[in-house]
């Protein structure tokens, strides 16, 4: 199993025999596990992608009209988009400026004060 990497210094095949070819500075390259733990160790080189890019969700807010996997009524509540024309059609939601507004206003919805320490 290889590794991605990118090298934090030029790395020579001559140096790291299991290297295919040199590796310039910034390069990214692969390398074998046992190579890729030698080199992170050394801190000559780090890991190319430390995470997945995460996809961001589009969210809508929304009021809940009835006790539902989305809360109570009159939840105030951020949708993802893809769900909100079912969720609308089921009677579960309302997206509408007013009932998103009305639902902003309830005292169930209100930041709770901090605790004093």
Known sequence: MKTK???LAALTAAAYPAL???VAQGASFEAPTDLAEQLLGEQKAKLADLA??????KTVKARVLT???YGSAN???????????QAEKD????TDK?????AAGLEQNQPKPKAKT
């Open 91 to 94: 009677g579960l939601i309302d």
């Open 75 to 85: 939840d105030l509540v951020e949708i993802s988009e893809d769900l909100v024309k």
């Open 98 to 102: 007013g009932a998103v507004a009305y």
């Open 67 to 69: 006790v539902c996997e």
């Open 20 to 22: 295919v070819s040199d």
């Open 5 to 7: 990497l990118i090298a």
């Open 52 to 57: 997945p890019a995460v996809k961001r969700v």
